[in-house]
């Protein structure tokens, strides 16, 4: 089983910057692949980017060029930067693990974004 801890949500303007992260209780490379989802009040949970094992990354139309996905395999540690940010990313964003078939989730972390 996989653990998932998160931290870095909070409150931006809108236009600014914010990163979160996500510490799994295994390696990183034990871990097929990692990402991030988000759900906004009334809407479904969506897909916001992935990372597979082997450094393929995949992002959703409405956060390409703003938001990146990246890893620290030393702090075993996968990030969202979150860069000039929108209203519409107001969403309780969530880390993902798939190992072996499985999918495990973090907590959720809450991000507003203020116009």
């Known amino acids: 089983q996989v653990q998932l801890v998160e931290s870095g949500g909070g409150l931006v303007q809108a236009g600014g910057s914010l990163r979160l992260s996500c510490a799994p209780s295994?390696?990183?490379?034990?871990?097929?692949?990692m990402g991030w989802y988000r759900q906004a009040p009334g809407k479904q949970r969506e897909l916001v980017t992935t990372?597979?094992?082997?450094?393929?990354?995949n992002y959703a139309n409405s956060v390409k060029g703003r938001f990146t996905i990246s890893r620290d395999v030393a702090k075993n540690t996968v990030y969202l930067q979150m860069n000039s940010v929108k209203p519409e990313d107001t969403a309780v964003y969530y880390c993902?693990?798939?190992?072996?078939?499985?999918?495990?989730w973090g907590q959720g972390t809450q991000v507003t974004v203020s116009s």
């Open positions: 993902n693990a798939v190992k072996n078939s499985y999918s495990y």
């Open positions: 295994q390696s990183i490379f034990s871990i097929n692949s």
């Open positions: 990372i597979t094992r082997g450094g393929s990354t």
